[in-house]
């Protein structure tokens, strides 16, 4: 097979191979890696219906990652999706007053992050062996909340690796902190910021591509790469669910093989729902993907006006995972609709740099019809997690429940009968205050965890390994930085 080559959105004269796009997270300019091309799966889709869930992984995976053996990649999968999932579908799709939900939250930390970051510490590894890489790898990440405790538990006392994690110090639920503040292994450092998510992604950002730190780091024998959706190896491992959720949807007669299905989709970063985007340019059949907002609406408004202004009120909503105004991936779709050219591309980050916004061509608009953009208010959540409690007896998490709102909206305004998948990002047990303060007032006046056991009790589901006695762990992570001293806090960590 031909070796994809993959290279910076904002350049095109440093191609690399996946193996090199992994370990590094950014290019050296400031752009995502992209695939040159997308692969095509031509695979007919009655025999990719056979397989299971680690069988289609790495037939997704070995388009995409030509410079990996199969046998690397079997063994890459089989070590990810093992009974650290809850179920051994991995990613079951379920079904409940009607509507098919494609459950991502049944890995180690109970959200969708887990379906990636549990292959990538395999990957890393492989791919710092292929390149010769005689350096120790520092994962630097910034967490909206449910990306922090995936990436810890995933790289937690892999040799040859550290993780420093930044998470918004007021900006997560109760319980995504405590997951992330109690986290064991001498490799782990975690630090709240005076700041919200974007303070933190656009800080790790400069820091991963700071060329006097990098060379101070390289003194000390250690290079920087990332956890977060800016890694081109987690969007590709997101592609694989997209596959698998379409195949057994077409398995149990919702949809014909090679019909449209719709996908539903929380969004905040775009590396989700770009996965899919990714997913559908290999040829799979998917209809509209429903870019679903919270009350951060950047992009329902980019996606109605061709217009990308980050200059607004943020909000803390109760879906904190997609509390950002600044969403990363967007600029890997933006590379794909006008043309590949990076010199564009390159230019409207500059606009958003200086300017704070920028404009898309009538052109590039036109490409956008994948896609549709809509939002979920505060109410519209709570609304739609009370209803489908009531009428299916299902527990959405807020996220979930933004992407169910904007997809019913979407329905009543069109009328489609297209079949929907709501992408199910995380459990409700991760927002335990929220969700049931939405079934039923009274909750109010509980604690998050408190709320555990009335959780049980509603829905029937017993409380996840993962934050079972999370409660009364100890504290090991007690640090907080103001924006301005990420870079002097890991300078401090890393010892430079
Ligand atoms: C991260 C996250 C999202 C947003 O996903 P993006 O890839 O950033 O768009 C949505 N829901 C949950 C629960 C998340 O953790």
């Not at 890459?76 to 991502?104: M, Q």
């Not at 990332?226 to 592609?239: P, W």
């Not at 379409?246 to 775009?270: C, I, S, W």
């Not at 992009?299 to 879906?319: H, I, P």
Request: net charge neutral.
């Amino acid at each position: 097979m031909a070796q994809l080559i993959y290279h910076s959105t904002r350049s095109i004269n440093q191609a690399v191979t996946a193996a090199e796009a992994i370990l590094s997270g950014i290019a050296a300019d400031g752009g995502l890696y992209v695939p040159e091309k997308i692969p095509v799966l031509t695979t007919p889709l009655r025999e990719l219906a056979r397989l299971d869930y680690r069988e289609l992984a790495v037939t997704v995976l070995q388009l995409f990652l030509t410079d990996f053996t199969e046998a690397e990649l079997r063994q890459a999968v089989a070590s990810a999706y093992n009974s650290r999932f809850d179920t051994a579908e991995i990613a079951p799709v379920a079904e409940h007053g009607g509507v098919r939900y494609l459950e991502l939250f049944h890995g180690p930390t109970l959200a969708f992050k887990d379906l990636a970051l549990a292959l990538l510490p395999y990957l890393m590894k492989m791919a710092a062996r292929k390149t010769g890489l005689d350096k120790e790898v520092v994962i630097l990440t910034a967490t909206s909340g449910d990306t922090g405790k995936a990436a810890l538990e995933a790289f937690a006392g892999v040799e040859g690796i550290r993780i420093i994690v930044f998470f918004p110090e007021q900006g997560v639920s109760p319980v995504q902190k405590q997951q992330m503040v109690t986290q064991a292994g001498n490799n782990t450092s975690v630090i709240g910021i005076e700041g919200n998510f974007d303070d933190a992604q656009s800080g790790v950002k400069q820091l991963l591509t700071d060329k006097k730190l990098i060379d101070a780091m390289e003194r000390k024998g250690l290079m920087f790469s990332s956890a977060n959706s800016i890694n081109i190896g987690r969007l590709i491992a997101q592609v694989v669910y997209y596959w698998y959720a379409y195949l057994r949807v077409m398995k149990d007669g919702g949809v014909q093989a090679g019909e449209p299905l719709d996908f539903a989709v929380p969004t905040g970063n775009f590396g989700n729902i770009l996965a899919g985007y990714y997913a559908k340019k290999m040829g799979l059949p998917v209809g509209t993907l429903i870019c679903a907002s919270n009350k951060n609406k950047v992009l329902s408004d980019f996606f109605a006006f061709g217009v990308y202004d980050k200059k607004r009120e943020f909000y803390l909503t109760s879906s904190p995972s997609m509390d950002i105004l600044i969403s990363s991936n967007l600029e890997r779709l933006l590379w794909e609709i006008c043309g590949k050219s990076s010199e564009h591309v390159a230019g409207l980050m500059q606009q958003l740099t200086s300017l704070g916004r920028y404009q898309i061509s009538e052109a590039m608009k036109k490409n956008l019809l994948d896609f549709l953009g809509g939002h979920a208010t505060e109410e519209e959540t709570f609304q739609a997690i009370r209803r489908v409690q009531e009428t299916a007896g299902y527990l959405l998490d807020p996220h979930t429940a933004v992407a169910y709102s904007v997809w019913e909206k979407y329905r009543q305004r069109t009328g489609s009968k297209i079949p929907v998948v709501v992408v199910s990002t995380a459990s409700p047990y991760k927002f335990t205050k929220d969700v049931m303060q939405a079934v039923d007032p009274k909750y109010a006046l509980g604690e998050d965890f408190a709320l555990f056991a009335e959780m049980e009790k509603m829905t029937g589901v017993p409380v996840p390994v993962g934050v079972r006695g999370l409660a009364s762990q100890p504290v090991l992570h007690k640090r907080v930085c103001k924006k301005a001293e990420m870079q002097l806090v890991v300078e401090n960590i890393l010892g430079l």
